[in-house]
């Protein structure tokens, strides 16, 4: 340590109660970087919360120690920061703290102040097999004689002339008696804590001892893609993060749990899509959010919950439970995940709530600031699958809801109309369904009423 | 046979129980649609509705009070207790009614309640947040109390709380709900309350205690047997209320040197009344004093994470105290 530089080492903190271990996501300073205090030096990602690690000092970026991806438990060094000069502080505290805090007294090797106190197992002992325990060699504390000295002495023979150096063929043990304790009261080793007050190492904290606070738990979650150790020439591993474990789990659990059931329907949608062309622009200018066709779509189904509300309900094995609240959870993608936000009492707001809803569920997904209240209680899903040109698709159900539904890509078409070929604007609804709960006949109904509801939409229509 | 966590064998537990038994239902402080804080009863209500399992106001002695009362008319109820901090609104219920409720009645009623409540510190939760309440509820006849140390005694524990005729305290260790993994069968066992559970045979010395502390212990114990020939006979008391007697004994007598470890503080703790059982039966077999190692008489523990360091026992603490037995 006569360098004029410190290392510090900087340990995961305890993000969240109960959590005991974090992902790194990504290091935000390399090597060589200098850092001021609580500047962020790395993102974390966990079951709970998604944060940064600030630095808890200033300096400049020494050794990187978890890699990104990496799993680090709750309390293990991630990197050190190399400060400048006062070398007397936390790393100095790791050498020494192992030193026990009462110094060896004086020297015990011929202690033998509990010789002659025999506890009552050794008296048991002694007078079942009728050993004169004068003639027993004592390894425990002051020379006392232990319950296993006679144990051994009694499977010896007795005969025990050879066991008159024991205490020098076991030098550790009698060493390690020395620091336990002073011969005058050999029980006082015994005490649970330190009478003295808390030393200058324990209030100093070294480290690396976890800390609690001092973080931004709100700070954005970054899903790491990160390829990690192994494969060969041919193939390469991708880490599992916490969300694709997720999005496994759920998805496994939906198909093995929920017959599932398809059927799909035609819609024309011409109508809405003169009146979106009408009114997005505007709408645009007073809201300030894209006026998408996603929140037609959504006013219909809700409407078509509300006539037929099986449909938002849940299997509970031995009955079947329908929910009165609407709360819409809408499929958003991205780079490489997919969530499934909720919109909360879907059934009491307006399309122009709706579309404020959609983009705002979908700003935060993007940006990673989605809430666990914003993926909590949904009843039904919506996925807009058109957004990515899709015209068909088998949607699995969001678990543990009865159905979910796709909108697909709006295509124009040639459609006959009274005899009359017509181009047409349409699109697809595909529908999955729980067949534990819904036939064919109730989800025909309501697809019909969808689809009732999305063509019954005019230029009159209100958005308010 | 699964790996799962502490917390999902407690939830696998109640949820095992739930679709066996109908009259079992849970309840407590957002146990429902938030799915407890810890997430332990995360999607019970989605399983089985919220008849089954309630959100209650911020009232634990209605909590505890209306479990009773559903209890002596045939329910199954188990009550959380969000943390057992909390508890002790809930103790005049518990203590004055459900533990004297079948005596009271001459055998008339009975009060099959489980309450749930998380013991412990060490998670940065202050005073209000990591008690270890086992000693105010230790002693009171009518009462059981069981205290899992693994993820396996969780779930045999809790199952076999629920099918108990009588009221069973179940004080789960909120540090172990995420840290501590094992092996748990998926199918249906129970662990049998009144049992201890012998963790480890050894000849040198004995150590008794329960819930997370025994981790230390069992690390401890390890690091002793390679580093210094130190063996260590460790049994988990696994119920703390009726303490399994004859384990105590059979253990002491084992070594004849005794540690008793818990976090709840020493005086007046259950390591006490283990010595005590120890001393009446076992005098002659005894080859040292009887040692205990528990959490220090203050008052709450302390919100610094130094302090909070201080209060608790970790493995050094405990190995040092092994150590210095193994050498007297």
Not at chain 1, 166 to 192: C, H, I, Y
Not at chain 2, 139 to 146: A, D, H, R, S
Request: charged fraction near 25%; proline fraction near 6%; aromatic fraction near 6%.
């Amino acid at each position: 340590m006569t360098d004029k530089y410190t290392m510090t080492d900087v340990a995961m903190p305890q993000l969240a109660e109960s959590l005991v271990s974090a992902t790194i996501a990504k290091w935000l300073k390399k090597p060589g970087d200098p850092i001021e205090q609580y500047e962020p030096i790395c993102e974390v990602i966990t079951d709970k919360v998604n944060a940064e690690i600030p630095s808890t000092l200033d300096g400049v970026m020494g050794d990187i120690l978890a890699e990104e991806g990496q799993v680090v438990s709750v309390g293990e060094v991630i990197c050190r920061i190399q400060t400048a000069g006062a070398s007397d502080g936390t790393v100095a505290s790791a050498g020494g703290a192992s030193e026990p805090a009462h110094s060896p007294g004086a020297a015990i090797s011929g202690d033998t102040s509990m010789r002659s106190r025999y506890s009552p197992a050794v008296q048991t002992l002694a007078a079942q097999h009728g050993i004169d325990l004068n003639r027993v060699q004592g390894t425990g504390l002051g020379g006392r004689i232990t319950r296993k000295d006679v144990l051994k002495y009694i499977e010896q023979g007795g005969s025990q002339g050879a066991a008159a150096q024991p205490a020098v063929t076991e030098p550790a043990r009698a060493e390690r008696r020395e620091q336990s304790g002073s011969a005058a009261s050999p029980f006082s080793g015994l005490k649970q804590q330190p009478a003295t007050p808390l030393s200058k190492e324990d209030l100093f904290t070294p480290i690396p001892d976890v800390r609690h606070s001092g973080l931004h738990l709100t700070e954005t979650p970054k899903i790491p893609t990160i390829e990690v150790e192994g494969g060969g020439r041919s193939d390469y591993f991708i880490d599992v993060t916490p969300i694709r474990n997720t999005i496994a789990r759920n998805m496994r659990q939906s198909v093995t749990e929920i017959p599932h059931a398809w059927t799909m329907i035609e819609v024309d949608v011409t109508n809405l899509v003169l009146l979106r062309n009408k009114l997005k622009d505007e709408f645009k200018r007073n809201e300030g959010v894209n006026l998408t066709y996603l929140a037609f779509l959504l006013k219909a189904v809700v409407n078509a919950i509300k006539d037929y509300p099986i449909m938002n309900s849940f299997w509970a094995v031995d009955k079947i439970v329908v929910k009165r609240d609407i709360n819409l959870s809408l499929a958003v993608g991205t780079e490489d995940s997919v969530m499934t936000p909720v919109i909360h009492r879907a059934d009491q707001k307006n399309i122009a709530g709706l579309a404020r809803e959609i983009d705002e569920l979908a700003r935060k997904t993007r940006e990673g600031k989605l809430t666990l209240d914003d993926m909590q209680g949904g009843t039904f899903t919506v996925n807009n699958t058109g957004s990515f040109g899709s015209i068909l698709s088998y949607p699995i159900i969001n678990y543990p809801q009865a159905a979910i539904l796709t909108f697909e890509s709006i295509v124009k078409k040639p459609v006959v109309i009274n005899d009359m070929i017509a181009v047409r604007s349409m699109a697809n609804l595909c529908l999955s369904l729980d067949h534990r709960i819904l036939d064919g006949v109730i989800c025909g109904r309501f697809l019909q009423r969808v689809k009732d509801n999305l063509e019954g939409y005019t230029l009159d229509t209100k958005l308010y | 046979m699964a790996v799962m966590e502490y917390i999902d064998a407690i939830r696998l537990a109640m949820k095992e129980e739930m679709e066996k038994d109908e009259s079992v239902f849970v309840l407590g402080e957002d146990v429902g649609v938030k799915g407890g804080v810890f997430t332990t009863t995360k999607g019970l209500i989605e399983q089985f509705g919220e008849m089954r399992v309630l959100d209650t106001p911020l009232a634990e002695s209605a909590i505890a009070g209306v479990a009773i009362g559903a209890a002596m008319y045939g329910m199954k109820p188990i009550a959380e207790m969000q943390y057992s901090d909390f508890m002790l609104p809930a103790t005049n219920q518990i203590i004055s009614e459900a533990a004297k409720i079948r005596y009271r009645s001459n055998n008339d009623w009975s009060c099959p309640i489980v309450v749930r409540a998380p013991i412990g510190g060490g998670i940065f939760g202050g005073l209000y947040h990591s008690q270890c309440p086992e000693s105010i509820f230790f002693g009171t006849p009518g009462l059981k109390i069981v205290a899992p140390f693994s993820a396996y005694d969780a779930k045999g524990l809790l199952k076999a709380a629920v099918r108990d005729p009588d009221p069973v305290l179940f004080f789960e260790n909120k540090k172990c709900y995420k840290l501590i993994t094992g092996d748990v069968p998926e199918d249906d066992y129970v662990v049998p309350i009144g049992k201890a559970n012998v963790l480890r045979e050894g000849s040198d010395i004995t150590v008794i205690g329960y819930s997370m502390p025994l981790h230390f212990v069992m690390q401890a114990a390890e690091e002793l047997e390679k580093e210094e020939g130190i063996s260590a006979h460790v049994l988990d008391l696994r119920t703390l209320q009726p303490l399994d007697q004859d384990a105590i004994i059979e253990s002491a007598r084992r070594t004849g040197k005794v540690l008793i470890v818990h976090e709840d503080n020493k005086t007046g703790g259950v390591g006490g009344e283990v010595a005590a059982i120890i001393s009446e039966h076992c005098l002659y077999d005894l080859d040292a004093p009887i040692m205990r190692l528990c959490g220090p008489d203050v008052p709450a523990m302390p919100i610094s994470p130094p302090m909070e360091k201080f209060f608790m026992l970790n493995k050094d603490k405990v190995k040092e105290s092994m150590r210095q037995l193994a050498l007297y």
